[in-house]
C-alpha cells in the first residue's frame, strides 16, 4: 500500500474520533464508513438525486457516526472495481443503486466478505448482499383514482422509459385505479427508451396531448413532461421528487422517493452487528417513497385520494387482488386470488382493457 | 494585430520529448492551485490522483483492465487516421464485437463445449467489428460518402441492436425481463491470468498487437503505404499504391481490433450483454489515438495514461470525497496541457500586425 492512502486513513480516523468524542450515541469508536454508488449524476434531479438526498439524511440522523462516501456516474464496468476500492478504503456498508450494477455485485461481494452489500433492485440475494426497493405502483393506483377524476377526455397519457415489469406493472395499476373510477377510462403510451432524456419526454407529451389525453402520467425522471403539461393547461404528475414548483398550475401529486430510513436502519444494524440480508419491498407505509401534497385538487379529490393511499398503505386494498385478466383473455388470478410478489416483478402483460402494444 | 501560427520548420527532437513532460509540471502546478483552492493538501490529492492507481499489484491489474481496450481500440484507430481515413465508430465496432462474441456464449449456455468457446468467441467478435468496418469503407471507396459520418452514425445502429436483442430474444429468462443476456458460462468468459485480480488475457493481446502494429509501421512495406498514403497521396498513386484497398484494409484491422476489445471487456468485466457496455471506450480511443501521436508504442503510453487519470479521478472522489465534477476538471486540464505543449511544438506563433490591405480581396 502506498503511503498516501495510510495518511488519508489515518487522517480521517484521528478526525472522525476526535468528532465522537462528544457524542457517545453509538458505541463505536470509528465511525462507519458508507459507501454509495451512483449510476448517474449526483445532480439528475431524479434517481441519483433521491439517493444522495437519502445519504444526507442517513449523515443528519447518525451524525459523527457515519462518514459517507460518493461515487457518481459509474459505468457497469467499472462497478467491481470502485466497490474494492470502498472496500479497501474501510467502508463497511455499501449501497449500489442500480440494476445494472447487480451482477457486479454479485460477483464482488465474496471476494469482501466483511462489507455488506445492498443493491437497490436485483434477482436474488447472498451471505453479504441484501435487495431493496419501493412499491412505487402503490402510487401509481393512486394517481389512477386522481386521473380519472380530472380527465374530461377520459384518457391518461403514460410516458414510459423501457417495457420492463415495473413499468408494466405500473401502467396496469393506474388503470387499475382509473377504472375503480370509471370503467371508461382509457390510456394511451409513447416509450421513450430513457429514464432521463428532457427533449424525448416533452416531444412525448406533446404527442399524448395532441391525442386527447388530459392527464399526463410519467416513468422518466425529468420535469419536462410537467412543464409541457403546464403551458398546455393539462395535468400531469411528478416522478422522483416533489415537482410542483416546476408546474404550479398542472401538478397534481409525485411519487417522491425517500431511501433516508432506510439507510439510517440498515448502517444502525451494521454497528449493533445484526445485519442480515433481506429483500425489502418497500410500500407506502414504510417511508421509501411518498406523495408529496396534492395541489390543483379540490378539497373531495384530494381526501379521496387521499383515503385510497392510506387504504393501500395499511393494506386494506391491494392493487393486485384478482381478478386479473390480459390483454389476450387468459385469467392469471381469479377473483379472491392476489398476484404473488414474483409474479408482479416478472409482469409483462398488459390487463385487458388496456390496448397498448409491447415494442418487442 | 493578430496571432499567427504557422508551422514550424522541423520541431527540435529533445523538444518533442520534453514536450510531454512539461505538460504533465503545467498540470501538476495547476492541479496544485485547484485543490489548495479547495482546501486539499495539494501534496496527498496529487499522489491519490497519480501513485494510487499504480501502488500495489491489485491497482495495477485494474488498470491494466481499464486501459486494454483503449490501446487495443486506438492502435487501430492510428493505422486508419495515418492514412487518412476517418473512422469515428469504433464504438460501435467494439459493440459489434460483443454482440458478435456474446452471440456464441449465449448459443452456447448452459452445456460444456470445452475450452475452444472463449477463443471462438473472440474471433466473432473480431469478424463483427470488421463487418461493422466496412460498411464505412465500402461506401466511402465505391460512392465517395463520407467515412466520418458513416461510421460515426453506425455506433448507434449497434447500440440500439445491442439494446434491442439484449430486451428482446437475448434476453435472460430468469432475468425477471430485466434487460440483460445470461451470465456467461466459465468458459465463455475471458481467460484471467491471476487469481487475485481481473487482469485477463486481453491484456497480453494488447501488447503483442502494439509490437505488430509498432513493427508494421516501421518495418514493412503495408506500414510504408498506410504512411504514405496519408501523407502524400500523390505519390502513393504514383507508387502504384491502392488507396481505396488501403481504405477496406485499415477499417478492418481497426473494426476487428474494436471488436476484439469489446468482446475482451464483456467477458472479462461483465460476464453478459447489457444495453450499455461501454463506457465510451470507442469515443476515448480517439483521444489516447492522438495522444500517442498516432504511434502504436505511444497509443500504449497514452492508454495507460489515460486509465491513471480515470481510475485516479475515480480514487480521489473515495478518499477525498471530490465531487466527480472536480476530477473530471482535472482530467481536461491534463489534455489540455498535452495539446496545447505539442501545439507550441509544431507551430509557432508570431505575433503579425494586421496589414489592412489584405482585407481588401
Redesign the interface.
Known sequence: MNINRRQVLGGATALAGAATLGQPVFAQSNPLQVGFIYVGPVGDFGWSTMHDLGRKRLEEVMGAAVKTTVVESVAANDMERVATQLGRQGHRLIFTTSFSFFQPTMRVAPTLPNVFFESATGTQTAANVSLYNARFYEGRYVQGVIAARKSKSKTIGYIAAFPVPEVIHAINTVMRGAWSVDPAMKIRVIWVNAWFNPGREADAARALIDQGCDVICQHTDSPAPLQLANERGVFGFGQASDMTRFAPKAHLTSSVNSWGDYYVERAKAVIAGTWKPGDVWGGLNSGMFKLAPFTNMTPEEASEAQRIADAISTGRLHPFDGPIVRADGSTVVPAGGRLTDDQIRAQNYFYRGIEVALPS | MRLVLSKRENSSRWMSLLSPLIAVALTIASGAVLFAAMGLDPA?AL??YF??PI??T?ALQ?LA??ATPLVLISVGLSLCYLSNNWNIGAEGQFVMGAIFGGGIAIATHGVANGPWVFPAMMLAGMIGGAALAMIPAMLKTRLSVNEILTSLMLVYIAELLL?WLV??PWRDP???????SV?FEAEAQTIRLTSDG?INIGTLIALVVVVLAAFLLSRMLKGFEIRLVGEAPRAARFAGFSQSRLTWTVFAISGALAGLAGII?VGG????L?P????GYGFTAIIVAFLGRLNPIGCLIAGVFLAITF?GG??A?????L??DVTRVFQGLLLFFVLACDAFLIYRVRLVRSAPQERSA
Open positions: 496527498k499522489a491519490i501513485l494510487s501502488s500495489d491489485w485494474e483492465v481499464k439494446d430486451r428482446g430468469k432475468g425477471f425481463n430485466f434487460p440483460q451470465m481481473r471487456e468485466t461483465m460476464g453478459q447489457q450499455t457496455i461501454s463506457p481510475i475515480e480514487n472522489q473515495i478518499a477525498l470525497r465531487p466527480l
